[in-house]
């Protein structure tokens, strides 16, 4: 007796082409274009990003991050250090108004006669 199939009309994915970054997140690297990548959380596209674009990729960076994107994954996985991408992260909190770094401040120097 010969044993079929189970779910033979079931397409099996090609994963070669993702990269997982922690945090159920994958890095999608599209065949025809590679200068494009697609952030991914459990098979639901979250962002397309071209990666020549630097702020895009900046962008992209900071938010896979606070979805929870291990950060050495996603260094390795966009070829840049782990440094840059904590830069990044730091760089919006500081424009963010939290951190130590330099914010934009007013101070009201009174004026006496």
Request: glycine fraction near 6%; include cysteine.
């Amino acid at each position: 007796m010969e044993q079929g199939t189970l779910f033979e009309d079931v397409p099996i994915k090609d994963k070669s082409d993702e990269v997982c970054i922690g945090g159920r997140l994958f890095l999608k690297f599209n065949k025809s274009d590679p200068n494009k990548v697609c952030l991914v959380n459990r098979d639901t596209p979250i962002k397309m990003v071209d990666v020549t674009d630097r702020v895009a990729k900046r962008l992209l960076v900071v938010e896979a991050v606070e979805m929870g994107a291990v950060k050495t994954k996603l260094a390795k996985a966009l070829q840049i250090s782990r440094q840059t991408i904590h830069n990044y992260v730091e760089t919006k909190k500081v424009n963010q108004g939290v951190g130590s770094g330099l914010k934009k401040s007013i101070y009201i120097i009174p004026y006496v006669v």
